[in-house]
T-cell receptor, first 112, second 115 residues
Framework: GENVEQHPSTLSVQEGDSAVIKCTYS??????FPWYKQELGKGPQLIID?????GEKKDQRIAVTLNKTAKHFSLHITETQPEDSAVYFC???????????FGTGTSLTVIP | NAGVTQTPKFRILKIGQSMTLQCTQD?????MYWYRQDPGMGLKLIYY???????DKGEVPNGYNVSRSTTEDFPLRLELAAPSQTSVYFC??????????????FGPGTRLTVL
């Protein structure tokens, strides 16, 4: 099955700086790559996603880039704010598009 | 819409006991999922369902069972609880097909401890 690796596991940035989280995947048939934000005691929430026919997608301060050839995708958060502090997960779907495989998460801390 | 609801929020079980984790969604989603999340790890898929009456195993199905008699409900059953099943369990749902976006909506989770 698909294998998704995520780095770094922890990340601390100063407020206003940028944060980048990177993921790699193993199955070239994966087509859909979502990113989730999980706040303490809550379930994950989708913040941005990208499909394999797109190289980059942006939504205000967050963006995702995808390199299909290298099989890696990244989350970029600009002008970070304390409320961005959370655990972020990347994921990839399987060949059939009916299952999702998650990375191990990145704990982001934005220091005021 | 309430979205995805899970009960209970917390539960402590003794080894060998059984219990059912409840999950309900009111968004008429056809796909539903059960995940477990262990400390410092990502979510692992236990079981999923593509519609009422259809279920299939995920990555870590051993020790669990599911059923899907209605579109709304997708309960997860633990028959003989073991310490290795101590985890946080998340239910999720999604609509697939056509132009539907693949956004998974997650419930708030059930924190289960087996002693």
């Amino acid at each position: 099955g698909e294998n998704v690796e995520q780095h770094p596991s922890t990340l601390s940035v100063q407020e206003g700086d940028s944060a980048v989280i990177k993921c790699t995947y193993s199955d070239s048939a994966s087509n859909y790559f979502p990113w989730y934000k999980q706040e303490l005691g809550k379930g994950p929430q989708l913040i941005i996603d990208i499909r394999s026919n797109v190289g980059e997608k942006k939504d205000q301060r967050i963006a995702v880039t995808l390199n299909k050839t290298a099989k890696h995708f990244s989350l970029h958060i600009t002008e970070t704010q304390p409320e961005d502090s959370a655990v972020y997960f990347c994921a990839a779907d399987n060949r059939a598009g009916n299952q999702f495989y998650f990375g191990t998460g990145t704990s982001l801390t934005v220091i005021p | 819409n309430a979205g995805v609801t899970q009960t209970p929020k917390f539960r402590i079980l003794k080894i060998g006991q059984s219990m059912t984790l409840q999950c309900t969604q009111d968004m008429n989603h056809n796909y539903m999922y059960w995940y477990r999340q262990d400390p410092g790890m990502g979510l692992k898929l236990i079981y999923y369902s593509v519609g009422a009456g259809i279920t299939d195993k995920g990555e870590v199905p051993n020790g669990y069972n599911v059923s899907r008699s209605t579109t709304e409900d997708f309960p997860l059953r633990l028959e003989l609880a073991a310490p290795s099943q101590t985890s946080v369990y998340f239910c999720a749902s999604i609509t697939r097909g056509g132009l539907a976006r693949n956004e998974q909506f997650f419930g708030p989770g059930t924190r289960l401890t087996v002693l």
